[in-house]
């Protein structure tokens, strides 16, 4: 059980186009799912906490006009890159906190690399 | 804010070792922590999850203590092996912020 999917595992854009993720608990529902991007060599970085039925709380330093989160059911978020350019280019990668769980829990999906060109 | 640091960045050691990853963080309000495995390329593979009220855990090879007044654990690897290689991350879940907040990892190598 608790199983967090991910799509597309990996994309390659050209700069200026959007990117859609999406991150699903196949198994168990989520109100609150996290999204994490992490650079070449380094450690996971919070981007911003999605909640279900509500706005997305973004980390500073990221621009919420251009990552965009909807987190529609209890069991999908999106996150949209919107005129993706180079430096954009990560793995993202999102978690699910179980609605029901014990021990707050996280579980994380396998991860969506973007390469923009 | 909550800092995470692992030490060592880079371990490599000879097939059979036991091995200790340190974790360290700077405020001790958490309501877990968690280790994980990375391995490249790849997402997480979530390997212990320690609540605040306990000391440690165990699954097969690997321990995991925590001492939260310090703010350490560590991950403790028996008898490693060269499938244990990978990127082991640290993250603390603070009693305040429901996201983690990791630490960049050790990367470690186990020459057969």
């Known amino acids: 059980g608790a199983v967090v999917s991910q799509h597309p595992s990996w994309v390659i854009c050209k700069s200026g186009t959007s990117v859609k993720i999406e991150c699903r608990s196949l198994d168990f529902q989520a109100t609150t799912m996290f999204w994490y991007r992490q650079f070449p060599k380094q450690s996971l970085m919070l981007m911003a906490t999605s909640n279900e039925g509500s706005k997305a709380t973004y980390e500073q330093g990221v621009e919420k006009d251009k990552f965009l989160i909807n987190h529609a059911s209890l069991t999908l978020s999106t996150l949209t890159v919107t005129s993706a350019h180079p430096e954009d280019s990560s793995f993202y990668i999102c978690s699910a906190k179980h609605s029901g769980g014990l021990y707050n829990e996280q579980f994380f999906g396998p991860g969506t690399r973007l390469t923009v060109l | 804010k909550q800092e995470v640091t692992q030490i060592p960045a880079a371990l490599s050691v000879p097939e059979g070792e036991n091995l200790v990853l340190n974790c360290s963080f700077t405020d001790s309000a958490i309501y877990n922590l968690q280790w994980f495995r990375q391995d490249p390329g790849k997402g997480l593979t979530s390997l212990l999850l320690?609540?605040?009220?306990?000391r440690e855990q165990t699954s097969g090879r690997l321990n995991a203590s925590l001492d939260k007044s310090s703010g350490r654990s560590t991950l403790y690897i028996a008898a490693s092996q060269p499938g244990d290689s990978a990127t082991y991350l640290c993250?603390?879940?603070?009693?305040?912020?429901?996201?983690?907040?990791f630490g960049s990892g050790t990367r470690l190598q186990v020459q057969p």
């Open positions: 993250a603390v879940q603070g009693t305040g912020r429901r996201a983690l907040t």
């Open positions: 320690i609540q605040s009220s306990q």
